[in-house]
């Protein structure tokens, strides 16, 4: 990279720290002007879309079945804490385990498929787990797993009060955004990115296309049953609506309105459909139609997503291309070197 492309870099780095670093104070204070209860729902969905838009906006598969990683891992969370009595940490470990394994064996049956091939393998797989979970004795059929227990953290912080919990929730997606943002910006993720753009190109490389997919897809799996573990938690219950394929649309939703491929639009578009969830309540069945209007703009209006048209605007990259004058400068200093080189010739 030539000094000219490091600093036309610079100002977006800088920009994108200092919008990182804003939104976590906004997030730490969020608390004091919003109910905590819905906060942690918004952030329990944005880290199941993140963990959604690992895969389909950095490997370019659309799943249709994660809500069978983030449902299970709920049941098991909420079982290994109420009737195990596992201590909280390795409830949440336990759900995320079970979810990587079937994010695994999922994966191993699905990835050599691709479109709608993949999609509606990983629909059956997501309806399996359902009616799993509707017929098994310890999951509680249609009631659920009911007042599970939040306990203590390390068995000294009290998840019972509203505050902690938050602080909690709020580390928990941290870490999990953390990851996916270490994930795509190493070599492995730069590989996802080469699959997703030309698979046969990737794999003449010498690159195991399939290996890393399956990587891919067992990490989303794990981040979606993270978040499915602390969804149990926060509103101490586990039930069918957590595995139901509408569950699995609703990821597909916030991740499209938020922005496919962008690091922040998933995490827009969950805060987005769970406000309107969340203050359109008592439109009822109304509220399908609203969201179903809003997708609509957004697909019409938006066709990036939310972030991704305005990202660009808000990182001051507006630009597509550097000025004329920089682009004299480097056309010189190429000029010179050529004029160098024949010298020396």
Request: aromatic share 16%; proline share 0%.
């Given at each position: 990279m030539t000094a000219l492309a490091r600093r036309h870099a610079r100002p977006g780095?800088?920009?994108?720290?200092l919008w990182t670093a804003g939104l976590i104070a906004l997030a730490v204070a969020a608390p004091f002007f919003f109910y905590p209860v819905f906060l942690m729902?918004?952030?329990?969905?944005?880290?199941?879309?993140?963990?959604?838009?690992?895969l389909l906006g950095y490997v370019g598969l659309l799943s249709f079945g994660h809500a069978a990683f983030f449902g299970t891992a709920s049941y098991?969370?909420?079982h290994a804490v109420k009737v195990w009595g596992l201590p909280t940490e390795l409830g949440i470990l336990a759900g995320v385990a079970v979810a990587a394994a079937l994010g695994l064996v999922l994966g191993y049956l699905a990835i050599r498929r691709q479109g709608i091939y993949f999609a509606m393998i990983t629909l059956a797989f997501a309806q399996m787990v359902f009616f799993f979970c509707l017929q098994a004795k310890f999951t509680g059929g249609e009631d659920g797993i009911q007042a599970v227990p939040r306990g203590y953290l390390l068995g000294i912080i009290d998840l019972n009060q509203p505050l902690t919990m938050y602080y909690f929730v709020l580390a928990v997606f941290l870490f999990g955004f953390a990851v996916i943002m270490r994930a795509i910006n190493s070599p492995f993720g730069q590989v996802l990115k080469a699959i997703r753009e030309n698979e046969p190109r990737a794999v003449s490389l010498g690159y195991r296309a399939e290996h890393y997919k399956l990587l891919a897809f067992i990490l989303s799996a794990a981040l979606a049953g993270l978040a499915g573990s602390t969804k149990a938690l926060v509103f101490q219950f586990a039930s069918l609506t957590d595995v139901d394929w509408t569950m699995s649309g609703e990821v597909v939703l916030m991740t499209l309105i938020g922005g496919i491929g962008t690091i922040l639009g998933p995490v827009i578009g969950a805060f987005l459909l769970t406000t309107m969830e969340n203050y359109l309540a008592q439109a009822g069945s109304w509220v399908t139609i609203i969201e179903?209007?809003?997708?609509?703009?957004?697909?019409?209006?938006?066709r990036e997503g939310i972030v991704g048209v305005i990202a660009p605007y808000v990182m001051g990259r507006t630009r597509a291309a550097p000025p004329p004058e920089e682009v004299e400068v480097e056309a010189a200093q190429l000029e010179k070197l050529r004029e160098a080189a024949g010298e020396g010739d």
């Open positions: 780095s800088t920009a994108v720290w729902k918004a952030l329990c969905m944005a880290l199941f879309a993140c963990a959604f838009n690992l098991i969370t909420a179903g209007a809003i997708f609509v703009i957004c697909v019409l209006t938006f």
